[in-house]
C-alpha cells in the first residue's frame, strides 16, 4: 500500500486527486489531508479515506473540524504550523495542491523525511526554486510535475538527454478574454475572469489564466524544473488545450503530449510513476476535433507574460517577489480595488521598487529570506495599490 499525503485536498487538484484514489481505495494508506474553509468537505473525505490526520489552515476552524470528525479516528489539527508537521509524517507520496506560496513548506517537508512530491503547486518553484530542487537531492526524494504543461514535457523527455533540448514550447488557451477587444480588458470584471474555457480549476488559477500571470509562473516553473535557460522557452496560444507543451530538440525534431484538457492525466501520471495505468479521461477523437490551431501571444494583451523574463534574468529572490505581488495584486482585484490591467502594472512596480533595495534580491536563498522577500512584497504591493495605481 502506498502512503499518501494531500496538501490542499479540498480544492480542484486536491479533490481530482482523491477521485483516482477513490477508485482504487485498496491501494493507498491515507496519512494526512489538508484544506481551510470548507470544513464539511475535509472531514467527510478525512473519514471516507480513513486519514490520520485532518488539518485546516485556520486556527479557529479546529473546534468545528473536531466536531465534524467526532466519532471517527481521524486527529484533526490546524494552522500552518499543524500543516507543516502533517507534512513531516512519513509517506511514499505527497500531493502538494495548496494554491500560492502557503505550499512551500509542507512541500519542503515532504521533501525532507524523501516523499515523492507530486508538485501542482508551481508557486513554490516560482518561489524557491533552487531551495527546492536542492532540498529534493539532498534528501535522495523526488519532485514529479503535476501541472499539466510540465507534465507533458516530462513525459516528452523520457529517454531523452536535457542537453540536447534546443526549446521547450509551452501552450496557453488564452484564457477567458483571449478574444475580447483590448479595449474591453481594463473593465473586465472578476466573474468574467473566472470562468474558464476549457478548463474547470479553482479561481485564482483561473483568473490568472485570463492574465496570463499563470503562463509566467509556469515559465519559470519550467526553468527551475527542468534547468533550461530563460531564452529556450517559447509560449504559443492554442485555444483547443489539447497539445499540453512540445519539446524541441538540436535535430529539429518536436516531441509533444496530446490530451483531453483534464488534470485527472497529470495527477495519475504522477500517482503511477513510473508505470502508466487505465486512468478515466476522454479518449481524443481527433477527427472528430478536426484542426489545432496556434497563434503567438500578443503582449498588449497578456503585459503579464512578459515579466517572466524579466524575473528570470534578474534571477535570486526575484521569483519570490514576483510570486508575492502576484497574489496581493490578485486579492486587491477580486477584492474590486484595481482592474484587471492594474495587476501587471501593479506587480511590474513591486518587483522595480525590490530590486531598488539594495542586496534584497541577492541574498541566499533560505526558507527565511524566501518569505522575508514574499512578505516585503505583498506590503509593497499594498503600498502601491494605497498609493492608486493609473
Ligand atoms: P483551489 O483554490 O481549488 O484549492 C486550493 C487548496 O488550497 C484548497 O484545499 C484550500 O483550502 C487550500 N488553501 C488555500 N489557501 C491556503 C493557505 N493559506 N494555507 C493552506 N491551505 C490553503 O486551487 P487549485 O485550482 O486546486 O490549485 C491548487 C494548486 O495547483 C495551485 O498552485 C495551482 O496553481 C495548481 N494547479 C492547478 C490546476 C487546476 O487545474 N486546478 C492546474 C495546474 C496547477
Ligand atoms: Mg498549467
Redesign the pocket.
Known amino acids: 500500500m502506498k502512503k499518501i499525503s494531500i496538501?490542499?485536498?479540498?480544492?480542484?487538484?486536491?479533490?481530482?486527486t482523491i477521485d483516482l484514489i477513490r477508485r482504487a481505495p485498496e491501494d493507498y494508506d491515507i496519512v494526512a489531508l489538508?484544506?481551510?474553509?470548507?470544513i464539511a468537505r475535509?472531514a467527510a473525505d478525512a473519514r471516507d479515506l480513513r486519514a490520520q490526520v485532518a488539518v485546516?489552515?485556520y486556527p479557529e476552524l479546529l473546534d468545528d473540524l473536531r466536531a465534524a470528525l467526532a466519532g471517527s479516528d481521524v486527529e484533526a489539527a490546524a494552522g500552518?504550523q499543524a500543516?507543516a508537521e502533517a507534512a513531516n509524517r512519513p509517506a511514499d507520496w505527497v500531493m502538494?495542491?495548496?494554491?500560492?506560496a502557503?505550499?512551500l513548506v509542507?512541500g519542503l517537508q515532504a521533501l525532507k523525511q524523501g516523499a515523492t512530491l507530486a508538485l501542482?503547486?508551481?508557486?513554490s518553484l516560482v518561489c524557491a526554486g533552487d531551495l527546492l530542487m536542492t532540498t529534493a537531492r539532498a534528501h535522495n526524494a523526488r519532485i514529479l510535475p503535476?501541472?499539466?504543461e510540465h507534465s507533458a514535457i516530462f513525459q516528452a523527455l523520457i529517454g531523452e538527454d536535457i542537453s540536447e533540448v534546443e526549446r521547450i514550447i509551452i501552450t496557453a488557451s488564452g484564457g477567458a478574454f483571449r478574444d475580447w477587444p483590448l479595449e474591453d480588458l481594463r473593465d473586465a470584471t472578476v466573474a468574467q475572469a473566472s470562468s474558464h474555457p476549457n478548463?474547470?480549476?479553482?479561481?485564482?488559477?483561473?483568473i490568472?489564466s485570463a492574465s496570463m500571470f499563470?503562463k509566467a509562473?509556469e515559465v519559470i516553473e519550467a526553468k527551475e524544473f527542468f534547468g533550461v535557460s530563460p531564452d529556450q522557452i517559447e509560449v504559443l496560444v492554442h485555444p483547443q488545450s489539447i497539445v499540453h507543451a512540445l519539446v524541441g530538440f538540436r535535430d529539429g525534431a518536436l516531441m509533444s503530449h496530446l490530451g483531453a484538457p483534464d488534470?485527472r492525466h497529470?495527477i495519475g501520471y504522477a500517482l503511477h510513476w513510473p508505470k502508466r495505468r487505465d486512468l478515466p479521461v476522454d479518449r481524443l477523437d481527433l477527427a472528430a476535433l478536426g484542426q489545432l490551431s496556434f497563434v503567438a501571444p500578443d503582449p498588449a494583451r497578456y503585459p503579464a507574460l512578459g515579466l517572466a523574463w524579466d524575473v528570470m534574468n534578474r534571477g535570486g529572490l526575484a521569483g519570490a517577489v514576483f510570486n508575492g505581488a502576484k497574489e496581493r495584486a490578485l486579492d486587491h482585484f477580486i477584492a474590486g480595488r484595481i482592474g484587471f490591467l492594474d495587476m501587471a502594472r501593479v506587480v511590474e512596480q513591486a518587483l522595480t521598487s525590490a530590486d531598488r533595495q539594495a542586496g534584497l534580491l541577492d541574498q541566499d536563498m533560505t526558507l527565511e529570506t524566501v518569505l522575508d522577500a514574499d512578505h516585503l512584497a505583498r506590503q509593497e504591493t499594498d503600498r502601491i495599490v494605497a498609493a492608486g495605481v493609473v
Open positions: 496538501f490542499g485536498a479540498t480544492g480542484s487538484i486536491g479533490q481530482n489538508s484544506g481551510g474553509r470548507n475535509l485546516t489552515a500552518p500543516i502538494s495542491a495548496i494554491v500560492g502557503a505550499g509542507p501542482a503547486n508551481k508557486e503535476v501541472d499539466s478548463w474547470d480549476m479553482g479561481q485564482r488559477i483561473t490568472d499563470n509562473l488534470m497529470a
